[in-house]
């Protein structure tokens, strides 16, 4: 699985896929469901982009999206030629102003050496319009030696380049290195994880543009880490600040350098820990992060079994991390864990997963389970019949969740994709929309991806056994002829009052009139050479802070021309 996340826009992955075959001319490939809603619907309607027709027959699969606005996504997959069987090939679709060019196989920038399966699990991330980056993993197969070939595909300005080579670091084992997550905080400046396959964790940087040697990240030894660790998500605050998770482990980038690895601080927690397995973080400011996945504990309660896992959430406020393992969702179930969780500010998240049912419960594999917080306070939302694969929020209490009802391989029914729209906090869950048939057989849907750049606009893609699918409540952009007056520059931010606390501190702002609508607030700490990530409120909370220290700060409006002039310096001293 795989994860990023943006001030407002959040994109979660998770690689539930499955295959099918088809036609360039047979626009089954990719069924873009496309509807517009209000503040009280969020219902799909189909429209049907196609594959380019160079491509002829194949098999395709789409398992990622991202949109910078409501309008402009970019959904990535792979295609395999069932012609040339020359392996899964790189398949990118793009949705430009509200339509979606053919899917096509981007050309090489490079010679595929013999035995190249191409692109695997490829992710996305578009931190603004026209500015996407692309990575995948390619397994290469020469008679009885495996490598593996990590790979990027950058569109810079609107203009996409072509697929290029990453550059593993020294000493990493080629036999199965991986990237399993992507975060990009803004155009040409993103982080992506995943494992060597031996005995390190890997992170590789794009720094403006050009991508880093990669890092090897090597684990401390722990009962709660594997002998092959591998990290599974990363969210990035800001350009070279990022914070990555995955099994037991917890690692950080700071200002462009990569930490040691450690093992997840797992506190309050009153029964035994025999077992930890992170899935996805989110981290709306630096050092206030939510990580989530699932514990194991000795000391279960009576109506759990002997082996039950339970979903958990790994709060980090200011640096200061906390654990809570959730009840049961129902109390009957075998094990319950979270898979995704998305928060738009600190302290208001969503999480989602699956949990497992007890013996002779209803006839699906695997049923929904899902969580919010508030103010840092977990509270179980509901739990329903499938699995929610990922969240997406546009804000806080405005979210869609992405699942889906398997029952095809118990022959119990029709699958079918589900939906669960979130608005202004008030879980909406929606019937089978997404359910095609061909004949009499019913086609299941595994939504796999998920991305809302504006509340109430978002965007899932997913695969099934007979169907591919884009699907979107945005309604594309129609032209008129009505004059829009351009924005205006922010002014200079005025600083009306500061408040320290041990490690942190509150700003409030006040803006001059005259001046441009700011959209955002950024801080920062170092004389202006890193701000951090815009927050819409006037009340900045500058964090990661060191007690009883002098700091030196300046805050910026930002707004769609950009960012402004910074204020005057000023300074505090922590309690």
């Not at 603004?128 to 197969?141: A, E, H, K, M």
């Not at 794009?206 to 030894?221: C, D, I, Y």
């Not at 949990?355 to 899902?370: A, C, N, Q, R, V």
């Amino acid at each position: 699985m795989s994860r990023t996340q943006h001030s407002g826009r959040t994109s979660i992955h998770l690689l539930r896929l499955a295959s099918i075959i088809v036609t360039a001319a047979a626009i089954v490939v990719g069924a873009v469901l496309i509807e517009s809603a209000t503040a009280s619907t969020s219902a799909y309607t189909v429209t049907s982009p196609s594959l380019a027709a160079a491509l002829g027959t194949g098999v395709a699969v789409i398992n990622d999206v991202s949109c910078a606005s409501a309008v402009d996504c970019v959904a990535v997959g792979s295609f395999t030629s069932s012609v040339t069987n020359s392996g899964a090939s790189l398949l990118v679709g793009v949705e430009s102003s509200g339509t979606w060019t053919p899917f096509t196989v981007p050309s090489l920038g490079f010679t595929a050496p013999a035995g190249s399966s191409r692109i695997t699990s490829p992710l996305v991330d578009c931190p603004s319009v026209g500015n996407c980056t692309i990575i995948g993993n390619d397994q290469i197969s020469n008679g009885a030696v495996l490598t593996s070939m990590l790979v990027t595909l950058d569109e810079t300005n609107g203009t996409w380049g072509e697929v290029q080579q990453l550059t593993l670091p020294v000493g990493t084992a080629a036999d199965g290195a991986g990237l399993n997550a992507l975060s990009c905080s803004s155009a040409g400046n993103c982080a992506s994880v995943g494992s060597d396959n031996y005995n390190s964790n890997l992170a590789v940087n794009e720094v403006n543009g050009v991508w880093q040697t990669g890092v090897a990240l090597v684990a401390p030894s722990s009962p709660l880490i594997s002998m092959n660790p591998s990290l599974a998500s990363v969210d990035c605050a800001s350009d070279g600040n990022c914070t990555a998770v995955g099994e037991g482990q917890l690692v950080s980038e700071v200002n462009g350098v990569w930490g040691g690895v450690q093992v997840l601080p797992v506190t309050g927690e009153t029964m035994t820990v025999t077992g930890l397995a992170t899935s996805s973080i989110s981290c709306p400011v630096a050092n206030d992060c939510v990580v989530v996945g699932s514990i194991a504990l000795v000391g279960s309660p009576p109506n759990a079994a002997a082996d039950t896992t339970y979903a958990f959430v790994d709060q980090e406020s200011s640096g200061v991390w906390s654990t809570q393992a959730l009840p049961l969702a129902p109390s009957s179930a075998l094990a319950d864990a979270f898979t995704s969780v998305a928060c738009p500010a600190v302290g208001d998240c969503v999480a989602v997963g699956d949990f497992t049912p007890s013996k002779g419960g209803p006839d699906y594999l695997l049923g929904g389970l899902s969580a919010t917080s508030s103010n840092g306070v977990w509270t179980l939302q509901n739990s329903a019949a499938g699995y929610y694969n990922s969240v997406a929020c546009a804000g806080v209490g405005n979210c869609v969740i992405a699942g889906g009802i398997d029952r095809l391989a118990l022959d119990a029914g029709p699958s079918y994709a589900t939906y669960t729209p979130i608005v202004n906090g008030v879980f909406a869950p929606q019937a089978a929309t997404f359910t095609y048939v061909k004949g009499s057989l019913v086609i299941p849907y595994g939504n796999v991806s998920a991305s809302c750049p504006t509340v109430l606009m978002c965007t899932v893609v997913g695969d099934g056994l007979g169907q591919i699918f884009v699907a979107s409540t945005a309604t594309p952009t129609v032209e008129t002829t009505t004059t829009v007056a351009p924005a205006k520059r922010v002014g200079i931010p005025m600083v009306e009052k500061v408040t320290p606390a041990k490690r942190s501190a509150l700003v409030k702002i006040k803006m001059p009139s005259g001046g441009g609508t700011p959209t955002g607030y950024q801080y920062s700490i170092n004389n202006g050479r890193t701000f951090s990530k815009p927050v819409n409120a006037t009340t900045l909370k500058i964090t990661g802070l060191v007690p009883k220290h002098r700091y030196v700060a300046v805050v910026r409006a930002v707004n769609s021309v950009g960012a402004g002039t910074f204020s005057k310096r000023f300074a505090f001293k922590t309690t």
